[in-house]
């Protein structure tokens, strides 16, 4: 078993990488049932402790909260030589889906409650570890949807909470309201960030000083460009080829040296890419390469480049 090194997430240590397990319930994975399984059984195996799910990471309309359900069965069946006592597994609510694939966003109180407690039942728990505002609902005002995230950790439904896809105003105000880790508040935050988009820097910095984990999705780009992440940006294929590592693992090298607070959640699909995670976590950079990675010019400008349904899962 991997000695990965340890990151603070709200009151706890995690390993420094998680796992994404959001593309084992799409596409030809959903036949795969073992393999999914076997990929987050590989990634406790290697000493993972940070598992990433949604109720909405799912095949179809009808068949909400398959992610949690299979992250749940996976951990039931999990006989390996990794101790789960400090597993943290974090789910998000908030985004909704319906008949024909109609997307939308509901954080209103009875909504998200519900959501929270389906989540609970897929999950097999009784408390969920770190439950994370999904996205803004814009027919509310943001400070009345981190009121009814607050309100789940008040009746002992969740023990953390965290937000996602934020901007720089939307935390300041979650953090006048709720607090910060040191306040049993906002203790994580899951954002794009990846070499194509890095427009949220002054979020990370907010993070940074604040010691609020930051979980950044598609760290690698999304499955869309992963593969080719290393074509696209060819300074992560030089610093890889000097350091005896894939372009994809000097991606997360470069995540991991850019904050202490960032905690990479790639995804994967079969057990051998978890272990691309894992040795990627044990990469040092120098300066000099991570000067080189960290110049390197993103594609994108907007967090949301493309229309819903696609940019709606995250």
């Known amino acids: 078993m991997a000695n ?3 990151r603070t997430l709200g009151d706890q240590q995690v390993s420094c990488v998680g796992l994404g397990c959001m593309p084992l319930s799409f596409g030809h994975m959903v036949e795969r049932r073992e393999q999914a399984i076997a ?30 359900a299979l ?9 390996g030589p990794a101790s789960l006592t400090d597993l943290l597994v974090t789910t998000k609510g908030g ?3 319906g008949p024909g694939e109609s997307w939308g966003r509901d954080s209103s109180p009875a909504s998200l409650m519900a959501a929270c407690e389906d989540s609970l039942a897929q999950l097999g728990v009784e408390v969920i570890d770190l439950y994370q505002h999904h996205r803004h609902d814009p027919s509310q005002t943001y400070e009345s949807q981190l009121q009814a995230l607050a309100s789940l950790k008040e009746r002992n439904l969740v023990r953390q909470v965290g937000v996602s896809n934020v901007n720089a105003a939307e935390l300041t105000l979650a953090l006048d309201l709720l607090g910060g880790p040191m306040d049993g508040g906002i ?3 899951q954002n794009e960030f990846s070499p194509r988009y890095r427009g949220d820097a ?14 950044p999705w598609s760290p690698l780009g999304g499955s869309d460009q992963a593969k080719d992440v290393g074509s696209r940006y060819a300074a992560f294929t030089e610093v890889g080829s000097e350091i005896g590592a894939s372009a994809q693992e000097a991606v997360l ?6 904050s202490p607070v960032i905690i990479p959640i790639p995804g994967a699909t079969r057990p051998e890419t978890v272990e691309s995670i894992v ?36």
């Not at 992250?71 to 006989?79: C, K, L, N, Q």
């Not at 090298?253 to 850019?258: E, Q, V």
Request: some cysteine.
């Open 4 to 6: 990965l090194t340890q």
């Open 39 to 68: 990929t987050i059984h590989r990634a406790l195996d290697l000493g993972i402790t940070l598992l990433d799910t949604a109720n909405i990471y799912a095949p179809a309309w009808n068949a909400v909260g398959h992610n949690e």
């Open 71 to 79: 992250v749940a069965e996976a951990i039931e069946t999990y006989s």
């Open 95 to 97: 985004i909704t889906r």
């Open 187 to 189: 203790v994580s935050v």
């Open 202 to 215: 002054d979020v990370l910095d907010m993070c940074t000083e604040r010691g609020i984990a930051f979980l």
């Open 253 to 258: 090298a470069w995540l991991l040296a850019k």
């Open 279 to 314: 040795r990627a976590a044990s990469i040092a950079l120098t300066p000099e390469q991570f000067t080189r990675l960290d110049s390197t010019v993103p594609e994108a400008s907007s967090m949301y480049p493309d229309d819903e349904p696609r940019s709606a899962l995250r």
